[in-house]
């Protein structure tokens, strides 16, 4: 019998609120119109995101405040690093996302041009076994004493 796969769950991505304060490396992919909400239809910029803060990576996050599409949108193809903030907000308004520039900050910038992508990923998978027979680790050889074996 043919096995079948389960669907992926949807995932928005993260959303600003989520990211805030985090220094972040965007990419932005391209500028949406009329994107159907529960609002109606909405425009958005399409990015890929790496958070440095926590190693995530993420494809085709979809922003759609207006600050954070304005600041992004000039730059589709190109690399922004950033932190996403809160602004001032206008009598009655809530208070808007905007993009913090953090590529002045020395610090800031070495951190994005020392990240390696992946790296989160290969430091949270666990070491391969060893697969070559005979091979006796200085652990195993321990473990073997403890129970009286000898190794080969």
């Known amino acids: 019998m043919e096995a079948f796969a389960s669907p992926a769950a949807s995932s ?4 600003a609120a989520d990211l805030q304060g985090q220094l972040l490396i965007f990419k932005p992919i391209e500028y949406r119109t009329g994107i159907e909400t529960v609002n109606g239809p909405a425009d958005a910029i399409n990015c890929d995101l ?18 954070l599409r304005s600041s992004l949108r ?17 009598p009655g308004k809530t208070a808007p996302w905007i993009l913090e ?13 020392g990240y390696k ?8 998978a666990p070491a391969p076994a060893p697969t070559a027979a005979g091979v006796i680790t200085p652990e195993i050889a321990a473990l073997l004493a403890q129970l009286g074996a000898k190794p080969a």
């Open 12 to 15: 928005l991505g993260p959303k």
């Open 74 to 90: 000039p730059l589709i193809g190109q690399r922004v690093l950033g932190r996403i903030k809160q602004g001032v907000a206008k």
């Open 101 to 113: 520039d953090a590529s002045q900050d020395p610090a800031s910038l070495a951190r994005a041009q």
């Open 50 to 67: 790496i958070n440095l803060e926590t190693g995530e990576e993420h494809s085709d996050v979809l922003f759609f405040n207006v600050a």
């Open 117 to 124: 992508p992946g790296a989160a990923a290969a430091a949270a």
